[in-house]
Nanobody
Framework: QIRLVESGGGLVQPGGSLRLSCTAS????????MGWYRQTPGNQRELVAR????????LYADFVKGRFAISRDLAKNTVTLQMNSLRPEDTAVYYC??????????WGQGTQVTVSS
């Protein structure tokens, strides 16, 4: 079974940048799409961005358009989320997600992102 491991979270000031990485223990070509979700206490997990493995097509939530960018590196089995112009409301636990063509979801353990002065 493939495991997803996130890295790159932390504390940043408003307006700053962070780069999250998700590395799979196997080939990410196993997945149809991979993406990033986030969750705050008391709220449901919400989609931030996702990318298809074959074509590299991307989808962003409206609240991150123009600020975040998702990319994939098939050779390194890694999906990256570049987050710029961060706002306090971006504070959340960010989770890497993979959806195989056979259905279901794979999740990473989550990484905390805190945007605060």
């Amino acid at each position: 079974q493939i495991r997803l491991v996130e890295s790159g979270g932390g504390l940043v000031q408003p307006g700053g940048s962070l780069r999250l990485s998700c590395t799979a223990s196997g080939s990410i070509s196993y997945f149809y799409t991979m993406g990033w979700y986030r969750q705050t206490p008391g709220n449901q997990r919400e989609l931030v961005a996702r990318i298809t493995m074959n074509e590299g097509n991307v989808l962003y939530a409206d609240f991150v358009k123009g600020r975040f960018a998702i990319s994939r590196d098939l050779a390194k089995n890694t999906v990256t989320l570049q987050m710029n112009s961060l706002r306090p409301e971006d504070t959340a636990v960010y989770y890497c997600n993979g959806k195989p063509t056979t259905g279901g979801d794979y999740w990473g353990q989550g990484t905390q992102v805190t945007v605060s002065s």
